[in-house]
């Protein structure tokens, strides 16, 4: 049904671009085979270091691991075990830590970096799936109207018919007793 602008069901024209990419994609989608494994986007060596880095320091186990570490290490210095071969202020330590976060700051941020990207495109995917899902349920009102609209008709078109008939013998018993009435 266009509406005076020519628009399909007053469709914005992006929005029946869209309905019509929906039908295609549901129609290709039938037409895959079923056991054809899915893409798989493939990971750079960086991207995959990166990810493995987050996930070890994200853990508890290396908070846990690395806490041991520091108080090992202090207490080690700090009563003379190792005979102070890093002294208070514990420099050595200072320049480990610091050397530990220049470089997994930047790598965990690379994982997150990457891992919001995904988020986005399956963001971006939910809203177009969203979009096309009114679409369909506007489609849907609109025939469900058009149905509703032709079964009026119908009805409108039967109550006529049946007054009609109604009215029909009626009519013919007013005639009958008019001619009736007039001779007795």
């Avoid at 846990?64 to 570490?69: E, T």
């Avoid at 965990?108 to 988020?119: L, T, Y």
Wanted: glycine residues 6%; contains cysteine.
């Amino acid at each position: 049904m266009e509406d005076k602008a020519g628009r399909l069901g007053g469709m914005e024209p992006a929005e029946q671009t869209l309905l019509v990419d929906l039908r295609r994609t549901r129609r290709s989608r039938r037409l895959q085979d079923i056991d054809e494994p899915p893409t798989v986007a493939l990971l750079t060596p960086g991207q995959r270091i990166a990810d493995a880095v987050a996930a070890v320091m994200g853990s508890w186990t290396f908070i846990i691991v690395q806490s041991v570490i520091l108080c090992v290490w202090t207490s080690a210095n700090l009563v003379g075990a190792i005979r102070r071969s890093d002294p208070y202020p514990l420099t050595l330590l200072n320049l480990a830590l610091s050397f530990q976060a220049a470089y997994a700051a930047p790598v965990i941020m690379m994982s997150h970096n990457r891992q919001q990207d995904i988020d986005r495109e399956a963001a971006e995917n939910d809203y177009r799936i969203n979009v096309k899902a009114e679409l369909e349920i506007e489609l849907l009102h609109e025939k469900i109207d058009q149905l509703r609209e032709r079964e009026i008709l119908k009805l409108t078109e039967a109550v006529r018919m049946l007054t009609v008939l109604l009215e029909e013998p009626a009519s013919g018993a007013r005639e009958s007793d008019a001619e009736g009435g007039g001779r007795s």
